[in-house]
């Protein structure tokens, strides 16, 4: 496999790591514009005049905030209204390497096949043969790109 690519991986997933668990960064229910706002004590006419916007519009964002479809650019403006910083990340469920590791398992089972898997699974001799395949299967056959073109 790719070392360049397993250097990014390794590297991503420290970055990453202090992110979890992202359940620390729920959205409020009515959203983060709304949520701020109120608790710096503005009201909606303050900060769309901050934003060069209506009223109206600001209503529109902070609504389509909370049903999650708000543009990012937006977002970014209203931040920067609100003395906020924009976060855009996406967060791995589970670290990146381990999600390599997982898929390329799974590639190299298919490749050399089901019926050494289900021997594998009575006999603890065949089990040992089969992951020493495995291993080996990934080490000399797989690249990095072969792990995601089949489902």
Not at 83 to 103: G, I, S
Request: aromatic share 2%.
């Amino acid at each position: 496999m790719n070392k360049q690519s397993k250097r990014a991986r390794e590297a991503l997933d420290e970055r990453l790591s202090d992110l979890r668990p992202v359940s620390r960064y729920a959205s409020p229910q009515k959203g983060w514009i709304r949520a701020i706002r109120d608790a710096l004590g503005m009201t909606r006419v303050q900060l769309a005049k901050r934003m060069d916007i209506t009223p109206q519009s600001l209503l529109g964002i902070e609504e389509s905030e909370a049903q999650g479809s708000v543009r990012l650019d937006t977002l970014r403006k209203a931040a920067e209204a609100l003395d906020c910083t924009l976060v855009h990340v996406l967060v791995p469920n589970k670290p990146l390497a381990e999600q390599v590791d997982n898929r390329a398992r799974q590639v190299a089972l298919r490749a050399i096949g089901g019926v050494a898997h289900s021997m594998a699974i009575e006999d603890q001799a065949a089990r040992a043969d089969l992951e020493e395949r495995i291993d080996d299967f990934i080490s000399t056959s797989l690249r990095d790109r072969d792990l995601w073109d089949d489902p």
